[in-house]
C-alpha cells in the first residue's frame, strides 16, 4: 500500500477512530485524562506500526500520566482494535504527545489580544 493512496488515508482514518472510540469508552485507567483526543494516526504501510498523536487538554502532569497510562495501556487498546478492524496485522502502536492544538488556542487567543488592543488604539 503506497503513502499517498486513498486506501492508506481511508486506513488511517478508520484506526484513528476506532483508538478514539476505544480510549474514551473501554479504558478505565485513571491516570488518562478525560479531555483526551486522538489527532491523528500514521500507520505503517506494511500495517506492522502506527504512530498515534494524541492531544490531552490540561497541564504538562496531566499530560505525563496521560501518556504514561496510554503506553501501559497500548496491549490492551491494540487487542481491541483487534476485534473492532479486520486486518491483516494490527498494528503496534506508539502514543506521542501533540500540543498542536494547544498551540492553536493559544495563537487564537493572541490574535483576539491583538486585535482588541489594535481596535483600542485606533478609537484612541
Do not use: C, W
Request: hydrophobic share 35%; no cysteine; glycine share 4%.
Amino acid at each position: 500500500m503506497r503513502k499517498n493512496s486513498i486506501k492508506y488515508s481511508r486506513m488511517n482514518g478508520e484506526v484513528q477512530r476506532e483508538i478514539s472510540n476505544i480510549i474514551s469508552r473501554e479504558i478505565k485507567d485513571p491516570r488518562i485524562h478525560p479531555m483526551t483526543s486522538v489527532v491523528s494516526v500514521e500507520v505503517t504501510p506494511d500495517l506492522k506500526f502506527a504512530k498515534v498523536f494524541v492531544s490531552v487538554l490540561g497541564n504538562d502532569e496531566d499530560k505525563e500520566k496521560t501518556h504514561e497510562g496510554l503506553k501501559s495501556a497500548a496491549p490492551h487498546i491494540r487487542s481491541l482494535l483487534a476485534r473492532s478492524l479486520n486486518l491483516r496485522n494490527t498494528p503496534e502502536l506508539t502514543f506521542i504527545i501533540d500540543d498542536s492544538i494547544e498551540y492553536g488556542v493559544n495563537m487564537s487567543k493572541k490574535i483576539e489580544d491583538l486585535v482588541k488592543k489594535e481596535g483600542l488604539d485606533r478609537e484612541d
